[in-house]
């Protein structure tokens, strides 16, 4: 037998069309992406790297190294498109501009680092054959938005990122073959009267934010303006750092070549003077992908205004560890928020309000469709954000666990049941396909969420979400089931979600939902409008989905005006 036929080969990509579990092992379920029907079984075949962050800890204490590290490096950044510029513009600016793409970044090094490491740890005495990308492959994005799609997201990039934290310390029992160069250019500027006039809105002190009109717009930027308190909350992100990350492996060669070439070719102002009167304005959670747009506030905070954004979504107040957030929208002046005003560790000026989605929404259900509707969660094989949410490898197990709650059904009810997968994603698992082929009575569920959720007999949610709070306003009966152990909670979500485990909406596991769901399918509206289910969603919506039973413009103008 020849050397390279006794070596294992380690894949640091996709997996090879002739991989077998005797002769490939897999650095993560990324190899399978967009190919598992090639690979039946491979989750339970195959030799896959663990996840590193399993331990909410650890996951904690990466996030914490992650946003450190991206903090230490917006001054040398700001430095370097300063010249290319010919800017001299002050921290805040910076701060506004960089941190999201840098912390992305940031958690992306620490994370993949972490798994080159047990790589090592587990197969560095192994006589393995891997190959590696060479450093001159050209990798570039057009924006913020097109990394996390074309860079953090995809196969190729991440295997050369691999590459270059492994090259320098690859084990001697290891063979390196390497591969040829390759170039990849993504994304392009946006273009388009649709662009330009969502740009003009989005100079509004009050933006075209999701669930709000033009109107309410042009109403909310008026009393912002009226806004005459001087106080700035705002939380420098050096009161934010941490402990910082230990490299094995040079970081700016992946981090300098990953620069967005919008930071290049958005014209940005030579100086910016300080504003006679600071203004308070909202930003759109746009801001977080859109450079232009962000780099247009960071100037408008450069002059002293003072940012305000608003939560566009459920995991705000829920998850233990939560992405990018904590240093770009929690630090500003103030954060609006559905209901909560403590969010474990995470430090921020909360400041609860009813959300025009919400609002839209409230006690809007009927049930006209007699369904069930499961609605499932994104499922990526690459971790984009440090967030407490399954781990790459472990959303096999989520997966698994949609087969077995259809299928602990009643007969009856799974065929009246729908399954609404999440958006397909680059580097996702199969989903809609998979569950379907596996419960064959079940319908894919198509069209808008909402009109499903509005209509249908019951909701099932295997996940906490954006659609959890929805649901909660629009008094949706529903049912949860969830692994805690993956979906890591903060103290007051774990908290909540007590209350709602007592009045039997939350389950812990699938055959627990299913079984309630046999027991109460003949009756929903009974068991839902019992008087435990009836405080628990009170609780739950005062908390996570607040409305209001005031004038609505009211409430708001009333907010903004002294913010």
Not at 43 to 61: K, M, R, Y
Not at 94 to 109: F, K, S, Y
Not at 180 to 193: D, F, I, M, W
Not at 238 to 255: I, K
């Amino acid at each position: 037998m020849s050397d390279s036929t006794a070596r294992r080969v380690l894949v640091l990509g996709a997996a090879p069309e002739d991989a077998t579990p005797e002769t490939h092992i897999m650095a993560g379920p990324w190899a399978f992406a967009g190919q598992e029907e090639r690979f039946p079984g491979w989750e339970t075949s195959f030799t896959i790297c663990p996840p590193p962050f399993a331990d909410p800890d650890l996951l904690a204490q990466a996030q914490d190294e992650a946003h450190t590290y991206a903090i230490s490096r917006i001054d040398d950044i700001a430095l370097r498109l300063g010249a290319h510029h010919g800017a001299d513009l002050p921290r805040a600016f910076w701060e506004v501009a960089l941190i999201p793409w840098l912390a992305l970044c940031g958690q992306l090094l620490v994370e993949r680092q972490r798994r080159v490491q047990d790589m090592l740890r587990l197969f560095g005495d192994e006589e393995l054959e891997v190959t590696l990308l060479p450093g001159d492959c050209a990798f570039s994005f057009h924006s913020t938005h097109d990394f996390v799609l074309h860079g953090a997201q995809d196969n190729l990039f991440n295997h050369w990122v691999f590459s270059r934290m492994i090259e320098g310390m690859v084990p001697a029992a290891w063979t390196v073959r390497w591969a040829q160069p390759v170039t990849r250019h993504s994304g392009a500027p946006e273009k388009g009267l649709r662009h330009m006039a969502r740009t003009l809105l989005y100079k509004l002190p009050f933006p075209r934010v999701k669930g709000f009109s033009t109107r309410r717009s042009l109403l909310y930027s008026l009393a912002l303006m009226a806004n005459r308190n001087s106080a700035d909350n705002t939380i420098p992100l050096d009161r934010l750092r941490g402990r910082m990350p230990q490299w094995c492996f040079d970081p700016d060669t992946v981090l300098l070549p990953s620069i967005p070439r919008s930071f290049y070719t958005t014209p940005l102002p030579r100086r910016v003077k300080p504003a006679a009167r600071p203004g308070i304005r909202v930003a759109s959670v746009a801001s977080f992908y859109d450079d232009p747009y962000r780099f247009h506030l960071a100037a408008a905070r450069a002059a002293g205004t003072r940012l305000v954004f608003i939560q566009h979504g459920g995991n705000y107040g829920h998850v233990r560890t939560y992405g990018t957030s904590p240093v770009y929208e929690y630090n500003q002046h103030a954060f609006l928020t559905w209901g909560w005003t403590s969010h474990g560790p995470h430090k921020g000026n909360f400041v609860p309000v009813p959300h025009a989605q919400l609002q839209e929404l409230r006690g809007r259900h009927r049930d006209e469709s007699g369904r069930l509707i499961l609605v499932g969660a994104e499922m990526s094989t690459f971790n984009y954000r440090l967030d407490s949410k399954p781990q790459p490898f472990e959303f096999t197990h989520y997966r698994n666990d949609k087969v077995t709650f259809l299928e602990a059904l009643p007969e009856a009810t799974r065929k009246a049941t729908l399954y609404r997968p999440y958006f397909e994603t680059r580097s996702g698992l199969e989903d809609a396909p998979w569950v379907l082929r596996r419960v064959p009575d079940v319908e894919r569920c198509t069209g808008s969420l909402d009109d499903h959720m509005l209509r249908c007999r019951l909701l099932v949610l295997d996940h906490h979400g954006t659609t959890l709070e929805l649901a909660m306003a629009a008094d949706v009966p529903m049912v949860l089931f969830w692994n805690m152990q993956h979906w890591r909670v903060c103290p007051e979500t774990e908290e909540a979600l007590g209350w709602l485990e007592e009045a039997g909406i939350y389950h812990r596991t699938p055959a627990a939902a299913a079984a309630h769901i046999a027991r109460i399918w003949d009756d929903v509206p009974g068991w839902w409008h019992s008087a435990p289910v009836r405080e628990a969603r009170a609780r739950w919506s005062a908390r996570y989905a607040l409305t209001t039973d005031d004038d609505f413009d009211r409430v708001w103008t009333q907010t903004l005006r002294t913010l």
